[in-house]
């Protein structure tokens, strides 16, 4: 199947700096891509819709001034935590599809980013 | 908007036994696609099963199928011969089959223990 890579796998950070977060499609182009936060043995909730050469369309109550998303080109989105806190620790997890008849039957995930903010 | 709802926070199977996870969905939709996946510890989403609503036939993929009830909008997950590697955690999962709304919604997950 597809190859979702996201990075880094794990991060600590200072409260009050920014860290980013790569997701990229390496074997196919994503024209879409989503965002996703996990809180320890909860559900994955979607944070944002990330859409290539466009902005991204956030979920209710994500402040997208917090958590920018960007997705410049078709094999990369990337979420940057600004002036993290400790409340944002948490478990970011991307995924991407194939454009096309398969977008609605295939979802292929990053393996996950562990973000800690001290 | 769609909702997943899986019933069972945890369950747990011997070895070699049959176990089924349950969850029921709610839309208003005709045409979707219903999804399973497997979140092991390493927190890897797998696919493990897909069905087309479309389809009457049940989805199955080696020891594991599903029994989709449209009617009575249920999906529920039937393992059979548990192996250890199937402790995971297990999301039931509905998309959209109209517009380009691609994504996915999940159920709150159920956490399966196999015990040897």
């Known amino acids: 199947g597809a190859v979702v890579s996201q990075h880094p796998s794990r991060v600590i950070c200072k409260s009050g700096t920014s860290v980013k977060i790569e997701c990229r499609s390496l074997?196919?182009?994503?024209?879409?891509m989503f965002w996703y936060r996990q809180f320890p043995k909860q559900s994955l909730m979607l944070m944002a819709t990330?859409?290539?050469?466009?902005?991204?369309?956030?979920e209710q109550g994500v402040e997208k001034d917090k958590f920018l998303i960007n997705h410049a080109s078709l094999t990369l989105s990337t979420l940057t935590v600004t002036s993290a806190h400790p409340e944002d620790s948490s478990f970011y997890i991307c995924?991407?599809?194939?454009?096309?008849?398969?977008?609605?039957?295939?979802?292929?995930f990053g393996q996950g980013t562990r973000l800690t903010v001290v | 908007a769609q909702t997943v709802t899986q019933s069972q926070p945890e369950m747990s199977v011997q070895e070699a036994e049959t176990v089924t996870l349950s969850c029921t969905y709610d839309?208003?939709?005709?045409?979707?696609?219903l999804f399973w996946y497997k979140q092991p510890p390493s927190r890897q989403m797998i696919l493990v099963i897909r069905?087309?609503?479309?389809?009457?036939q049940n989805a199955t993929e080696n020891r594991f199928s599903v029994n989709f009830q449209k009617a009575a909008k249920s999906f529920s997950l039937k393992i059979s011969d548990s192996q250890l590697g199937d402790a995971a955690m297990y999301f039931c999962?509905?998309?959209?089959?109209?517009?380009?709304?691609?994504?996915?919604?999940f159920g709150k997950g159920t956490l399966l223990t196999v015990n040897p």
């Open positions: 995924s991407a599809s194939i454009p096309g008849l398969s977008a609605r039957t295939e979802a292929f």
């Open positions: 074997d196919f182009q994503a024209t879409t």
């Open positions: 990330s859409n290539e050469g466009s902005k991204a369309t956030y």
């Open positions: 839309t208003s939709e005709s045409d979707y696609y």
């Open positions: 069905q087309e609503a479309y389809k009457q």
């Open positions: 999962a509905y998309r959209s089959a109209s517009g380009s709304n691609y994504k996915l919604t």
